[in-house]
């Protein structure tokens, strides 16, 4: 079957970085999305990987191995804005995009 | 209209009864989807349409259907709405499918009674 395994929720400090994993087995594989969620909105993407190694965009960097069927999204510099939910998806060998259930993000002051 | 649109905001509905959830895009987007939303699971794809006059089936179709008469509109309707169904509804495009980033609406608050 298809699985994405991800955290259920993940607290850090305002200023400090934090890693969300993200482990998948899907159907074939076309690549891994990051999506952010706040709270009663919609998803917004923030980054997609194919090939193995490490993007960076500002302060987030997202992460894929994919022998490993693994991936992680890097948040540095934490504020208070980035407290969210965080989607982990792959995108299966149709095409589809199979979803983690989220990752809730808790910054503290 | 900038990005994409849906309506209602949200709707409390009686089981049984028929509704459609509108969703509609400006972005000449030609692929777009129709996402559920339960707490504690991932988004979950109900249909897709890869362009306009296409549709397909996603993850979990049943009770629902869809049509795209054209590039900018993608109703999902229920055609007998059941408790099984109260969900945050999303509706997604994309330029052209496959890998490209899907855009999300502000999504529907529904609920069957």
């Known amino acids: 079957g298809q699985n994405i395994d991800q955290p259920t929720e993940m607290t850090a400090t305002e200023g400090a970085i934090v890693q969300i994993n993200c482990t998948y087995q899907?159907?074939?594989?076309?690549?891994l999305f990051w999506y952010q969620q706040h709270a009663g909105e919609a998803p917004t993407f923030l980054s997609y990987?194919?090939l193995d190694g490490l993007e960076e965009k500002g302060r987030f960097s997202s992460f894929l191995s994919r022998s490993k069927g693994y991936s992680y999204l890097l948040l540095k510099e934490l504020q208070m804005k980035d407290s969210a939910s965080y989607l982990c998806?792959?995108?299966?060998?149709?095409?589809?995009?199979?979803w983690g259930a989220g990752t809730k993000l808790i910054i503290k002051p | 209209i900038a990005g994409i649109t849906q309506a209602p905001t949200s709707q409390i509905l009686a089981a049984g009864r028929r509704m459609t959830l509108r969703c509609t895009q400006d972005m000449r987007h030609n692929a777009m989807y129709w996402y559920r939303q339960d707490l504690g699971l991932g988004l979950r794809l109900i249909h897709y349409s890869n362009t306009a006059g296409t549709t397909g089936k996603g993850e979990v179709p049943d009770g629902y259907s869809v049509s795209r008469a054209n590039t900018d509109d993608f109703p999902l309707t229920l055609a007998s709405a059941v408790p099984s169904q109260t969900s945050v509804y999303f509706c997604a495009s994309s330029k052209a499918g496959g890998e490209d980033t899907q855009y999300f609406g502000p999504g529907t608050r529904l609920t069957v009674l």
């Open positions: 990987n194919v």
């Open positions: 998806a792959s995108l299966d060998s149709n095409y589809q995009l199979i």
């Open positions: 899907t159907s074939g594989f076309n690549g």
